[in-house]
């Protein structure tokens, strides 16, 4: 397929540094978004590292058939299913042993969302609350679910709308990279489109802005990716930025065809 992918971070209006990372590795068709915590500058580390070790992988991985994985493969899931969660469970636990054994990243942890494309599907890996989008044919779909507090009170409770609004923990998240040695990886199958733009982002994102008002703009700018990212970041601020907002838009421009 052919793609075209943008990204951006922005500090945001109250915190004092970027803990945010995104990395758009095009060679091997891999993008993704990384939302740290930690005192000090920890929360930047762990997030640069989850970004870093998981393109790393790839690169080890792409021409060498004699790498030895570091973990056993599901055989149930298809060969880049099993590498991208691979390449992610290694990134959780050098985040941890950094964590274990350095003085001032003591409890560093980071989320991790990614997307990579193969020649006519796609793999996402996902740990923790930020996200990633599809929009097709005018419609935006959340295809990550959140692996928050808020979230696994939803589906024990049944929230209603206004529970969920006054939640007083909406932050706190259950699944994150480097809070153990071992992590549990979401891996989603996904088939692109032509036309399809799917979004990833921090939660610095969506805690500012509605899926309903993301959908209006992604709709508004269309193929302009840049204008997009932009865009969502500027509005993000506008409805008080409190948190480092990061946007990555990958389009689809064409499939090949079968």
């Not at 050098?94 to 001032?104: C, D, L, M, P």
């Not at 295809?143 to 609004?165: F, G």
């Not at 992604?218 to 480092?244: F, P, S, Y």
Request: aromatic share 6%.
């Amino acid at each position: 397929m052919k793609l075209n992918a943008v990204g951006l971070t922005d500090i945001g209006l109250k915190r004092g540094h970027n803990e945010d990372n995104y990395l758009l590795v095009d060679d091997h068709r891999l993008f993704m978004v990384a939302d740290g915590m930690g005192g000090h500058n920890a929360g930047e580390v762990a997030s640069r590292l989850a970004v870093e070790t998981v393109a790393g992988f790839f690169d080890e991985t792409t021409d060498d058939d004699d790498v030895t994985w570091p973990y056993r493969i599901d055989r149930g899931q298809p060969y880049e299913a099993n590498r991208f969660a691979t390449a992610v469970k290694l990134a959780n636990l050098r985040i941890h042993e950094g964590s274990a054994n350095t003085a001032g990243q003591k409890g560093m942890g980071t989320t991790l969302v990614g997307i990579h494309f193969n020649r006519r599907d796609a793999v996402i890996a996902h740990v923790g609350d930020s996200r990633v989008y599809r929009m097709r044919n005018g419609s935006l779909s959340m295809l990550t679910e959140d692996h928050s507090l808020l979230n696994d009170y939803i589906r024990m409770k049944d929230l209603s709308p206004e529970e969920i609004q006054n939640f007083p923990h909406k932050n706190v998240i259950v699944r994150a990279l480097g809070m153990r040695d071992s992590v549990q990886v979401d891996v989603i199958l996904e088939t692109p489109q032509a036309g399809d733009i799917y979004l990833l982002c921090s939660d610095g994102l969506t805690g500012m802005i509605e899926d309903p008002d993301i959908e209006r703009i992604m709709r508004a700018c269309g193929t302009d990716l840049d204008a997009c990212t932009k865009h969502l970041i500027r509005v993000a601020n506008e409805n008080g930025g409190v948190d480092n907002i990061t946007a990555v838009l990958i389009h689809i421009v064409s499939m090949d065809p079968a």
